[in-house]
């Protein structure tokens, strides 16, 4: 089964799973450098999910930083296809989610427990994604689980790891 699939061809799989009533969950990221957190996110959200579709964020919107994502769209949808609990993956070609959620309409947007409080998210875009998840009759959940951050592993680990690979292999 062809688990990347373009956004409208999601659109009409997703309408048709709805109408046989079944819960259609969408969590939305970068997914740069997978860990642990990501994984355990995933798995709660197939607790309460028939269908679970995660939206990656294209490599020209990701602004994390100067050369990032260290992984390309094509590494990051590869990875996230081979975990089990991931039913379809989509390239979301927008700087935010909004379109992907008003294009998707998921009955779950599912959010990490970092988002709880609003107030803490610097871009402010979780405010314009409740409001896209309402618009289309669903509901955002948040996550439970521990909270990693895969940029602070790269901006306080990577480069650590970088210079010690150099040092011992030239």
Do not use: W
């Given at each position: 089964?062809?688990?990347?699939i373009e956004i409208n061809d999601l659109a009409k799989k997703i309408k048709s799973l709805k109408n046989d009533k079944k819960t259609v969950v969408l969590c939305h990221g970068v997914f740069d450098l997978m860990h642990i957190g990501h994984i355990k996110h995933f798995k709660e959200a197939k ?124």
């Amino acid at each position: 089964m062809k688990k990347i699939i373009e956004i409208n061809d999601l659109a009409k799989k997703i309408k048709s799973l709805k109408n046989d009533k079944k819960t259609v969950v969408l969590c939305h990221g970068v997914f740069d450098l997978m860990h642990i957190g990501h994984i355990k996110h995933f798995k709660e959200a197939k607790k309460i999910a028939n269908y679970l579709v995660v939206s990656l964020t294209a490599d020209n919107f990701v602004n994390k930083g100067s050369d990032r994502p260290v992984f390309n769209q094509e590494l990051r949808t590869e990875f996230l296809s081979s975990l089990s609990m991931v039913d379809a993956i989509v390239i979301n070609n927008n700087t935010t989610s909004e379109k992907t959620i008003y294009s998707l309409k998921p009955n779950i947007y599912f959010k990490g427990p970092d988002y709880k409080d609003n107030e803490k998210d610097r871009t402010k875009n979780i405010y314009k994604e409740i409001s896209a998840i309402k618009e289309v009759g669903g509901k955002i959940v948040y996550s439970n689980d521990i909270v990693f951050s895969s940029s602070n592993l790269i901006n306080n680990y990577l480069n650590n790891f970088c210079s010690i690979f150099l040092i011992i292999f030239i």
